[in-house]
């Protein structure tokens, strides 16, 4: 029986030696650290000025991921694809450094992108892609290139999804998307459904404001305008 147990109990350590050595830290650089963008490139992102009201640059946040991390400061590298890119390259602008933190497996980089007339009828494309380097490889290809979409056009924005039509603001249209934007002034992208439902009842009590005080807000073919978010502000 006690060599039963030995056998178990070196079993157990081999394993436990084995997991300590899987996890990698990369400090030497002999060990091979994949980069790769959070979001997929079929993902593409599209950005409106007119969700920043008086903004002329916004710095848009692309995430990108590593396979490890390193006890020192590393730098990677972005480069534009010009040939996909519609962008002028006075249209944005991307950090000259950029850098994952020591410890770190994740870093956000900011590219900057510039207001101009012609985004008032035009949507651009910047299209970035990772580049291998002495610190990181190209991960997966399907993660390598993300393509960024800006203007200062209404639409429909990504956050306005069914859900938020069938519980909270309801049909969207671009009249309702506007008072929306000015009533609330909030860009709602990556909020969760709580924010979502409170601005929502924000803008049912402004609306219902306005039809108490004899100034019903009506829609393009002049139904009223509501949503269908229940409850009432707190």
């Known amino acids: 029986m006690k060599y039963i147990y030995i056998i178990v109990i070196g079993a157990i350590y081999s394993l436990y030696s084995c997991s300590k050595e899987e996890i990698l830290t990369y400090n030497n650089n002999t060990s091979e650290r994949f980069i790769y963008f959070e979001k997929s490139e ?78 008032d009828s035009d949507k651009v494309r910047v299209v970035i892609k990772l580049a291998n380097n002495e610190n990181f490889t190209e991960g997966e290809s399907m993660y390598q290139v993300a393509i960024i979409w800006f203007h200062n ?32 002034g909030v860009d709602l992208t990556d909020a969760d459904e709580s924010t979502i439902r409170h601005y929502a009842l924000v803008f049912k009590q402004y609306l219902e404001e306005q039809k108490a005080a004899g100034n ?9 305008m509501t949503v269908v978010a229940g409850g009432r502000l707190k």
């Open 42 to 119: 079929a993902d593409s992102s599209d950005i409106s000025f007119f969700t920043y009201p008086g903004e002329i640059e916004i710095n848009f946040p692309v995430v990108v991921k590593s396979s490890g991390f390193s006890n020192q400061d590393e730098e990677y590298k972005i480069v534009v694809m010009d040939e996909y890119t519609t962008a002028l390259s006075s249209d944005y602008k991307i950090p000259d450094k950029l850098i994952f933190k020591a410890g770190a497996i994740k870093d956000t980089c900011y590219i900057k992108l510039k207001y101009s007339s012609k985004l």
């Open 153 to 184: 056009i209404i639409s429909q924005p990504d956050w306005w999804t069914s859900t938020v039509t069938s519980y909270y603001l309801g049909t969207y249209s671009d009249l309702k998307y506007s008072l929306f934007n000015s009533i609330v």
């Open 216 to 224: 019903t807000v009506l829609e393009a073919d002049e139904t009223e």
